[in-house]
C-alpha cells in the first residue's frame, strides 16, 4: 500500500495576530489531520490565549525571544515540520487561506516539490526533499524581503521548478498588514535588495552567479 504523505502547517508571526486568530479557528477545521505550528516573534502572548486549544488540537506554539526575520523564521517551522512530515505549508499571519486539507493533499499527489500562489510567498507549499536539496532559507535578508527571490533562484539552479498556482491564492488577501503596524520594516527593502545583486550578481531576473558572492566568501 502506497504511503500517504503527510503535512504540517507553519505560520510566523510579528505583530498580527489579531489577524491570525480568527482565521486559525477556521484551519482547525479545514486541516483536521494537520498539526498546526505557530512561531511567535513579536510577544504577542499567543501562549496564554491558545492554553485551552492546546489542549484538544494538534498545536504548538514557538516563541522567540527577537524577531528573527522571515527566513529564519520558515527555517524554524520547516525543520520542526519535517520532524514529522514529507511537506510543509506555511502561510502569513496578515491572510486567509480558506482552502481545504484535500486540495493540498492534491498537489502532493501530483509530486510537486514547490507550489506557491501567485501574488507572492503569501502561501507556499514546499516538500522535504526540495528543502534537504536547496538547503535552508537565506537568514541575511533581515527582517524581511528579497529572501523569497534568492530562494527560488537557488531553486531554479539546483534544477528544481518553481510553480505558481491561483487555486493557492488566500480567500482573503492583505498584503503588507505587518509593514502597516510596524513601517520600519519597509525601510530594509533598499539594504536588502542591494544584498540581493551583491549576492547573486544582478537583480531578480538578472543574476549571473551560480553560488553565492560568485564564490569569494568561500576563498
Known sequence: MEKKLKFGIGIPTYN????LKPCLFEYFFQFPD?????????????????TNLVLYRALTIIENQKNVGVGASWNQLCKQIFKNNDY????????????SQSLIETH???GKDFVRATPDWCVFLISKKLYEKVGPFDEC???????????????RLKGFTVLTRPDLNPLVYRSSQTIE?????LDQSKKNKKLYI?????????????TPFNGKLNN
Open 88 to 99: 510543509a505549508l506555511i502561510l502569513n499571519d496578515d491572510v486567509y487561506f480558506g482552502k
Open 108 to 110: 502532493i499527489k501530483n
Open 34 to 50: 494537520a498539526h498546526i505550528y505557530l512561531l511567535d516573534n513579536g510577544h504577542q502572548n499567543i501562549i496564554a490565549e491558545t
Open 181 to 185: 503596524k510596524d513601517p520600519t520594516i
Open 141 to 155: 535578508f533581515m527582517p524581511a524581503y528579497f529572501e523569497d527571490k534568492s530562494y527560488e533562484y537557488r531553486m
Open 198 to 210: 551583491e549576492m547573486w550578481g544582478g537583480e531578480p531576473g538578472k543574476e549571473k552567479y551560480d
Open 16 to 19: 498580527r495576530y489579531d489577524l
